[in-house]
């Protein structure tokens, strides 16, 4: 797989806007690598520059120091702006910040038409996009009537309507219900293994990350940990010492091994647990 988003040491802080308030630093010298077709999820508690590293993806926020390239391109490049969120969309905890029209399927069809896209092509994207997400029979509805997980699944539409080759989601089932969550996360799935969209995913449920190919931990603007989860939460107490948690089965795990119960540290999902705590009591 190419290599489809680069951080070179990338450093950054929020200047004060204040004079004499001082600058806050979030990121520091981070270098990250993601690649065309991965799903990365991206864990750290609050204020740990998760969101702010997010952004830097699509040149919402651009580096102190260092350069991300979007595709070899420099995010830092005012000209490229456009050409950089063509090939990577965002989509925010609050899907009510995204609609901006009275019916579905305008509301998809809102960036496209911004592009001066042919009528045809909209309809046909449009319908593409609806269908992808599981919203086809809800295009003529208004966005205000849906769920929550139903309007996150439209702003999702809105994005992929736009043929980007990357999503990046900022804690998109944050304020969602349990229903919610599971709705908009098939809906990632499925873009990223039938489609092959990139997908970084910002979340702080530990149970979430488990699907992705790739877990990266923030921690103090800085990368802690970027490996597979199986890796990555084997290291439970390290990921409590950031403020982190990890899926309640490997929690599971994790103290029946203290207590001398010799069962797997590569535990993510009950049917893993299950499988292993069967083989220990056939022993």
């Known amino acids: 797989m190419d290599k489809l988003i680069q951080f070179q040491h990338v450093s950054f802080e929020y200047t004060g806007d204040e004079e004499g308030k001082a600058s806050v630093p979030v990121l520091h010298h981070v270098d990250l690598a993601i690649r065309q077709g991965e799903f990365v999820a991206v864990l750290g508690h609050n204020g740990s520059g998760k969101s702010t590293l997010a952004k830097h993806i699509n040149a919402i926020l651009r580096p102190t120091d260092g350069v991300v390239y979007v595709e ?51 309809r046909r994207r449009v319908d593409g996009a609806l269908h992808d ?34 999503i990046v989601l900022d804690e998109p089932t944050a304020m969602l219900d349990p229903r919610g969550r599971q ?7 499925r873009l990223n293994q039938e489609h092959g969209t990139t997908v970084v995913f910002i979340t702080h449920f530990m149970d979430e990350a488990v699907s992705a190919d790739r877990v990266i931990v923030v921690d103090d603007g800085k990368i802690l940990m970027d490996s597979t989860p199986q890796e990555v939460f084997r290291h439970v107490e390290k990921l409590k010492a950031v403020g982190l948690d990890v899926p309640q089965v490997t929690e599971l795990a994790y103290k029946l091994r203290k207590n001398g119960i010799p069962i797997s540290d590569d535990i993510l999902t009950v049917p893993d647990f299950v499988q292993a705590f069967q083989k220990i009591m056939e022993a």
Not at 142 to 160: D, E, F, W
């Open 133 to 166: 997400v599981g919203m086809y029979d809800f295009r003529e509805h208004a966005p205000h009537q849906l769920s929550g997980g139903q309007k996150q699944r439209v702003a999702i539409a809105g994005i992929i309507a736009m043929n980007p080759k990357c």
């Open 183 to 189: 709705e908009v996360l098939k809906t990632i799935r």
């Open 72 to 122: 070899g391109i420099d995010t830092s490049d005012d000209e490229m702006v456009f050409e950089i969120r063509q090939r990577v969309g965002m989509v925010f905890q609050n899907p009510d910040n995204q609609l901006v029209a009275t019916v579905v399927e305008e509301d998809v069809a809102f960036g496209l038409e911004n592009l001066g896209i042919a009528p045809a092509e909209i």
